[in-house]
């Protein structure tokens, strides 16, 4: 039972400033605190929760236990529940219609896509704070400029990468126009890519993938444009690796033993740090791809 001194025990561990417990509707606060307890959580994993996102207290302890329900009606287990607050506390912070919007978003992803989104919720608890009744334009929109023919391809890329359902569309659509222009894909190029790494979608242009593919085309690599395009179509994932973490000491180390990168596997760059070095043993010693 949740009594004004374990409040008060609370409110001292967390010391919160702008929203203080003490000043709180007592009786609502200790409702949503035995919620919480009853779910598992420990004081200090609610502790946690609670400086993460303190405005939740000042909401009704009835509607939070209604999206609660929700969930655990839905096949989600209380572990699952407490760790996606614990990412996104305010998805349950809502009016007594959250379980109808709740509902909606379940039902387009299972039935709509075929996705399993007890899964996906987990991972991404920020999928239930999205705007239900948009959800179909959007994934008709990332049909339309991703080039995925077919439904399945929606679902695929939307389950591999759900951020896909809340970027902008001026976001994707700005990150699509970059690659078609620098590696002049056609319809089908950029269909395998998104569909294979669907994840270059949440790569900056600017801070990101620009920087990679003007270093790899650079005298320091000298790669061409079309030795670039086909890396990336045989590896997407070339580019969001770590240009200063992974990509350039690894160019290093091949310049230093004057091995070319364009006669190198083109899954150099996924390979563990231990394995690009045996590989590289390997190739110094027989001397195999030297320049």
């Known amino acids: 039972i949740i009594n004004d001194l374990k409040i008060s025990s609370l409110s001292h561990k967390i010391r919160l400033k702008k929203f203080p417990i003490e000043k709180m509707n007592r009786r609502n606060v200790r409702r949503i ?10 004081t200090d994993f609610l502790s946690g929760v609670i400086l993460k996102a303190p405005q939740l207290l000042s909401y009704s ?16 287990t209380n572990e699952g529940i407490c760790k996606m607050i614990h990412i996104r506390p305010m998805i349950l912070a809502g009016s007594t219609r959250e379980g109808k919007r709740m509902d909606l978003i379940f039902r387009f992803l299972q039935k709509d896509l075929n996705i399993d989104s007890k899964k996906l919720f987990y991972r991404y608890p920020q999928v239930l704070e999205l705007k239900a009744d948009g959800l179909i334009e959007k994934a008709r ?3 339309q400029v991703l080039k995925l023919r077919r439904w399945n391809d929606v679902s695929s890329v939307i389950s ?11 976001n994707v659509q700005e990150k699509v126009n970059f690659l078609e222009k620098e590696f002049e ?23 990101n993938l620009k ?9 320091h690599v000298a790669l061409t444009r079309i030795e670039l395009k086909d890396l990336v179509l045989y590896q997407p994932a070339l580019l969001a690796y770590s240009l200063e973490g992974r990509i350039k000491p690894r160019l290093c180390k091949l310049q230093e033993n004057s091995i070319s990168f364009s006669y190198a596997p083109p899954y150099l760059m ?6 690009f070095e045996e590989w590289l043993e390997v190739q110094i010693s027989t001397w195999s791809i030297k320049q």
């Open 33 to 42: 605190f035995q919620l919480f307890y009853e779910l598992g959580m420990t």
């Open 61 to 76: 302890s009835v509607n939070i236990q209604k999206s609660i329900k929700y969930l655990q009606n839905e096949g989600l």
């Open 185 to 207: 894909l056609d319809d089908d190029d950029l269909r395998d890519i998104i569909v294979t790494y669907p994840q270059i979608m949440g790569l900056s242009v600017e801070k």
């Open 160 to 170: 591999t990468f759900p951020p896909l359902l809340w970027l902008s569309e001026s």
């Open 270 to 275: 996924s390979l563990s740090d231990s394995k």
């Open 141 to 143: 929109f990332l049909s």
């Open 211 to 219: 920087l990679k593919v003007d270093f790899m085309l650079s005298e």
